[in-house]
């Protein structure tokens, strides 16, 4: 299943329950599709970085960086054009058609013409390349882009933990380690449909240890303890390993979670700019305690009881509580 598909899928996701925290009738225009929510840079950015470090080979089919200068006129801009768009395969008669389309030429014999178009081919290589290239792949990637994405993959593979969470060796697999990038898991918990992508699952069952790891990148990595506890990361983690265990059940139900230890951990990256200069990349890795996981899963089963209520009974225009205590809702 495509990233795309299981974006269609309305089933209740981590990131679904914080619409329902704002109010089920947001919950439920937001699973419809009824709101449209805008795509911000860094989303695109995070998603970039993401598709580097756990899908390298998808990366390099969607991804590609070119260095060019943008043609200086627009006479230049459209002899590029019509030059890779012209359908003959002769050399000459390309630049000829590409050269007439955009400059006067009537007082030129086809031989200067052909030189003079050859001379501004030339100068404009690296845009044409640009042009032919840029079809065939989602993006072509700006410089500041490029450069963050390499610094940060730098940054990750000098990092002790950082490298080892991500990095399982030929031999290891050999071993019977397991990896496992962008797994898509549907489930039911609690009698709710509910969807999962988890960033990375890496299990060892010779010595009974399951990695869990989700990449988070940030602008501010030194308050990354407020972005934990603001944007609910501790849940959504819990709320994986809920999907991790419908998984393994399914995969092969002689699998217990329970023989395992369980090991969570956010990789944390780096990779905004602050008010007062330019901050370098940086990565940390935080493993997520139990505490904070029981805490993350007391709120899952609260909120998906609620959410199963409302399905049950197709009321979404307020909270349970106001249709069961006469439209009072208690502070």
Not at 227 to 242: G, L
Request: proline share 2%.
């Amino acid at each position: 299943m495509t990233e795309k598909e299981y974006y269609k899928e309305k089933r209740v996701s981590s990131s679904s329950l914080k619409w329902f925290e704002t109010s089920p009738l947001f919950f439920r225009k937001m699973l419809d599709k009824e709101i449209e929510q805008e795509q911000k840079r860094y989303f695109e950015i995070g998603k970039k970085i993401h598709m580097k470090l756990l899908e390298p080979l998808e990366f390099e089919k969607n991804y590609i960086y070119l260095e060019y200068d943008t043609p200086k006129s627009e006479n230049q801009k459209k002899f590029c054009e019509d030059y890779i768009t012209y359908s003959s395969k002769n050399k000459l008669e390309k630049l000829l058609y590409a050269y007439k389309n955009n400059y006067s030429s009537d007082k030129l014999s086809d031989d200067k013409i052909g030189e003079k178009a050859e001379e501004l081919r030339k100068s404009l290589s690296k845009y044409i390349t640009y042009l032919k290239k840029r079809s065939d792949y989602k993006d072509i990637l700006t410089y500041s882009d490029n450069k963050l994405i390499n610094d940060i993959e730098d940054c990750v593979n000098s990092h002790i933990a950082a490298h080892s969470l991500l990095k399982v060796s030929e031999e290891d697999k050999m071993n019977g380690i397991e990896e496992y990038n962008e797994n898509i898991i549907f489930f039911d918990f609690l009698g709710v449909e509910c969807k999962s992508m988890l960033d990375r699952v890496v299990i060892d069952h010779k010595n009974k240890n399951i990695f869990l790891i989700d990449l988070k990148t940030t602008s501010n990595l030194g308050d990354f303890y407020h972005s934990f506890e603001e944007f609910k990361y501790y849940r959504q983690m819990a709320f994986y390993w809920i999907a991790l265990q419908s998984w393994l059940y399914n995969k092969d139900p002689k699998i217990k979670l329970d023989d395992y230890n369980k090991q969570t951990y956010i990789i944390a990256l780096q990779k905004g700019n602050s008010s007062e200069g330019s901050i370098p990349p940086e990565c940390k890795v935080f493993s997520i305690s139990d505490k904070w996981l029981s805490m993350g899963l007391n709120e899952i089963e609260y909120l998906l009881l609620q959410i199963k209520w409302h399905y049950d009974t197709n009321q979404w225009e307020h909270l349970r509580i106001y249709y069961e205590n006469n439209g009072i809702e208690i502070l």
